[in-house]
């Protein structure tokens, strides 16, 4: 007898469904209580070893209340604190323990700028005055604060002259404003 294919399905869905439910039985069938119930035997329980808690809350309390008090340090610097020398009551006047190296204010010689300041102009977005500095054939345009020449610090960009200062020694000096020669027409 030939079988036909309506029938072959029918077979196949059957036999499908007798191993599905053998696997439903291997996995959930053995179980003894619910899903989610927990089995509880009173012979293997064994109570936690709890401690006393108080001085552990105690000890973190005594932490938590703590103030800060800074002691100088930088955490950032990897090296010691320096030193602090005890105060003292000041001597009698003698001669110095240390000669004085400071260079006296007449001996400081007031800085001097070795280019020409032959114009000036106004920047229209932010209003920044800049110099106009002319060393041989090559233009400089500074602006006030810049440092020129690796120690000279342009102070300030008036009208007829520009101010600036050596930065080594905080002197001061000025130059007017200079016609350059241009071209003739």
């Known amino acids: 007898m030939a079988l036909t294919k309506q029938r072959k399905e029918l077979l196949l869905l059957a036999a499908l469904l007798v191993l599905a439910a053998a696997v439903w039985y291997a996995y959930f069938?053995?179980?003894?209580?619910?899903?989610?119930?927990?089995?509880?035997?009173a012979d293997s329980y064994t109570p936690i070893n709890a401690q006393d808690f108080s001085i552990i809350f105690k000890?973190?309390?005594?932490?938590?209340?703590?103030?800060?008090k800074p002691s100088g340090r930088n955490p950032f610097v990897a090296s010691a604190l320096p030193v602090v020398a005890p105060v003292t009551a000041p001597k009698a006047p003698g001669k110095p323990r240390w000669p004085d190296y400071r260079v006296p204010q007449e001996a400081i010689v007031p800085p001097q700028l070795p280019w020409k300041f032959f114009g000036y102009g106004n920047l229209p977005s932010s209003g920044a005055r800049e110099a106009f500095l002319l060393d041989n054939e090559d233009v400089h345009i500074v602006g006030e604060g810049e440092v020129v020449l690796n120690h000279i610090r342009i102070v300030h960009i008036g009208n007829e002259k520009i101010e600036y200062e050596d930065t080594n020694t905080g002197?001061?000096?000025s130059n007017q404003l200079e016609a350059v020669p241009g071209p003739s027409a």
Do not use: I, L, S
């Open 171 to 173: 002197a001061r000096n």
């Open 59 to 68: 000890q973190r309390g005594d932490a938590q209340r703590t103030e800060y």
């Open 29 to 41: 069938g053995r179980m003894k209580g619910a899903p989610g119930e927990v089995a509880f035997r």
